[in-house]
């Protein structure tokens, strides 16, 4: 049955957590809007320049040669890009660096909070707690704000991510919160089933991902076109975002990662259709969009490898792909109808 | 013709890939010459510029210059983007291989645009030519990519790492030492540890000195033609499916029963292949059927359970078998599956005529329309004396009277079943010879009867029936009694052998994705070259080929292990120990950087 009390508990948790997400939020934003001009970059590039035959490295551009002589005699020369020679978005500035500090730390909080938030709601319900809209947008956010932390767990520099990351976050879980909302039930028949969790999981996984990665693009455009000297009212900010390059690989990543989960999320799906409805394949809206955003990603990834499609275009691909995520999740749930129509959206 | 180059794998980092060594060691033939031109060009596509103007040639050299357009990448993409595109129809406009029913509704509601949008398949889209033209071409492209690089692959697998470059300093990464050990001891242990890492390696030995040189990862390109190769097993498995499975579907009431005959569905779809002697001969009796919702709060009247209660025989003589069918849990008898699929309520009603007879005693299907199981349907008594009966109407689960509104359904549970009929009079057109619904009455030769109830006037002109009343027509003609609430489950029963085959090609393009996107393929070279002053240099440097993947790491790791086992010797300090000088200081981005750095980069030495 139903634990009452812990659905009511995992309520609070996500109203907190949404609070502790807007601390983080206008925190990244004080840092973003304070921050300053880095002088880390040209530092770093200094420390290679100390060898006077290093002088063509560009420290800006991304790419990076650095000589360093361990203890055992062994030097070492590397050209690939470095990550700590990449600019933070505080820069120089103290009161940047403590806004910035502080929306990490909310950004913990809020997603200790979410994450109890969601492990509530599954110990009030018995089941995976993904199980209608409501549930998945929860979800999802949790997956994509857990990909952000790990991330700063992991000691890399990544809180130029913060800002975009907790956007979405919010966005997401208010959108839940106030639009998605329903109350911790049981589930209709078509879902009793263990491909729940295996199936709405991967999906669960993959959105949240894709999101991640659909920031890092969008910085990339942003970025590239800085480098390139348009945008010049947003160069201050964008000076102190990673280089194109690194932005593009990094999106380059997510996406390559987390395809394949997502191509396994629509085979469990098939195998879950079969197992419901006797057809592994049936072009009901959600597998026919589930298919186009399969597709759209698999341009991709291929766009990366042919001449002519590689940077922005690919960029504009990864872009429209998402919107499909979007639509498949909002459009075919609501506006649609098929088989995905479920209690509470 | 086409081989050589990748064309799919994404990210096969350019600059880090075509190395001068690269084209000696694999691609051989006249595109490596043409490749090392064109710079970043992995499609094998001519330039655009080129492509735009087609040959004026002979048919051999059209049908070539054909091909190559759809072997090559860009087709491969327009070919992707194309059939996204083309699958949007068929997800926003009602399809008739989904529910025909609302095919029929579209029609009726667009008179003009529908008959244009059926000449265009657009109620078919997933069965229509142009559907299928886009994904044939696609699949025909992708053949005429994995062939030449199956074969490349295989003459990779079987070949040896390709020959280590003269000058390892212009490796992304490099790290060097210098030692007084021997040399051949200084490239065994390097052997010892590369081959130790299983990558493969090689020796050799030239103007510079001896090295090894070791690849790793060649399960990526495996992956990347597994995954492939998996989608031409899906479009094989779709077809065995269409060919020879069949699908149906039938609706039963508690107490009847289904055999699996052609005669026995209410629609049956079977593949070219498959005859009505294929049909497995098994019979399935619905004992019972129970649903149960959700009584309160914000999802009340969600359903929670389904159960069908079937005793069903897989052969008409062997032994009944109690089954409970639930969503998500079939039955399956000789790889053929029953599933349940929908179900409604079958109001049980008796139908006397003028004359006294019963003329009609039994359930009648109706069909939910709504979320309270507002059901529709009709009850056909044709040969009644002295004039056929009709009525139409609904049943409502639990029904529930408002004052000065119709009553209405408040909940999907047969709570407080109410049949509300309109009564006809009349010819019910049946046999005309074209098939009629059995839910909607042809009421065109009919007459709607008085049946105006004064003491429940919200009934209107309508039969207003709990169960067990009954309800007398005017003018003699006869009587209806509600007699009870039935339900009536659907079965779907599906045979699909491509299955497996499915499954299996799916698996299939799971891992080799995870290897095609997961793997990293890079290259390891340890040179060893005298220094003339008795000691030896000894060069590690590797190389990604793959986007991202420059074994930094591994490389210091194999200097350092190396150093360790070697003694180094103090550094002298040789000029060539400095970084190269080459690059260009007023370099814009990574992108140019890439390219930059390729070009400057002489095809120096490495004769393998």
Known sequence: ?345 | MTAGIPRFTEAESVTEQQTDTDQQAEAPGPESAADFEGGDRLSTAPRPESSLAVPRLGTWELLRWMWRQLTSMRIALTLLFLLSVAAIPGSLLPQREIDPSKVLQFYLAHKTWAPILDKLQLFDVFESVWFGAIYCLLFISLVGCILPRSLAHFRAMRGRPPAAPRNLKRLPVHASFRTAAPAEQALAAAQKRLKGRRFRTVTGADAGGTWVSAEKGYLRETGNLIFHLALLGILVAVAIGHFFGFKGARLVTEGNQFCDTVAGYDNLTMGQLVGPEDLPPFCIHLDKFTASYQDSGDQMGQPRTFDAYTTYYATPTSKPKKVDVRVNDPITVNGTNVFLEGHGYAPVVTVKDGTGQVVYDGPVTFLGIDANFTSSGSIKVPDAKPKGLGFQGYLLPTAVTVPGSMPASVFPAAQNPVLILAAYAGDLSMDAGESQSVYTLDTSHMTRLQVKDKTNPAGGNALMLSVGQSATLPSGLGSITFDGVKQWAQFNIAYDPGQPIALGSAAFAVLGLVGSLGIRRRRIWVRVSEQGDGTRLIEVAGLARTEGATPTTEVTEAAETLAAQLTVAPSGSAPEERVPEERDPAEPGPAENDKQQRKSTPRTGASA
């Not at chain 1, 840092?31 to 770093?44: L, P, T, V, Y």
């Not at chain 1, 975009?164 to 009793?192: N, Q, S």
């Not at chain 1, 997510?254 to 006797?278: D, Q, R, S």
Request: with cysteine.
């Open chain 1, 1 to 345: 049955m139903i634990n009452e009390n812990l659905a009511h508990y995992s309520n609070l948790f996500i109203a907190l957590a949404l609070v502790a997400y807007a601390f983080a939020f206008f925190a990244y934003c004080a840092e973003w809007a304070f921050g300053s001009r880095s002088r880390i970059g040209a530092k770093a590039g200094a420390v290679g320049r100390s060898d006077a035959a290093v002088a063509g490295a560009s420290a800006a551009a991304g790419e990076h040669t650095t000589v360093s002589v361990g203890s055992s005699g062994v030097s070492v020369l590397t050209r690939t890009a470095q990550e700590e020679a990449e600019p933070t978005i505080a820069g120089d500035s103290v009161r940047a660096e403590i806004g910035g500090r502080f929306a990490v730390l909310a950004t913990f909080i809020g997603f200790g909070l979410h994450a109890a938030g969601v492990v509530s709601r599954g110990l009030a319900v018995h089941r995976v707690p993904w199980a209608n809209m409501y549930e998945f947008s929860c979800a999802a956010a949790l997956a994509m704000a857990f990909a952000y932390v790990v991330l700063l767990t992991t000691g890399r520099k990544v809180r130029w991510l913060g800002l975009p990351v907790t956007f979405i976050v919010l966005l997401t879980l208010g959108l839940a919160y106030t639009v998605l909302y329903t109350d911790a039930e049981e589930l209709v028949p078509a879902l009793h089933s263990y491909w729940l969790y295996i199936h709405v999981t991967a999906a669960v996984l993959s959105t949240g991902a894709f999101g991640v990665a659909t920031v890092a693009t969008m910085l990339y455009m942003l970025k590239a076109a800085a480098e390139e000297g348009k945008l010049p009212r947003l160069h201050g900010v964008l000076e102190r975002v990673p280089s194109s390059g690194m932005l593009d690989r990094t999106a380059y990543r997510v996406i390559a990662f987390i395809f394949p989960l997502w191509t396994f999320a629509v085979i469990a799906g098939a195998i879950w259709a079969e197992k419901a409805w006797g057809r592994y394949w049936g072009w009901d809206p959600k597998e026919t969009w589930s298919f186009i955003v399969w597709v759209i990603y698999a341009a991709y990834l291929h766009a990366r490898a042919t001449h002519g499609w590689k940077g922005r275009a690919a960029a504009w691909i990864a872009l429209l792909a998402f919107l499909c995520v979007m639509f498949n999740y909002f459009g075919v749930n609501t506006l649609l109808t098929g088989h995905h129509s479920y209690a509470g959206l």
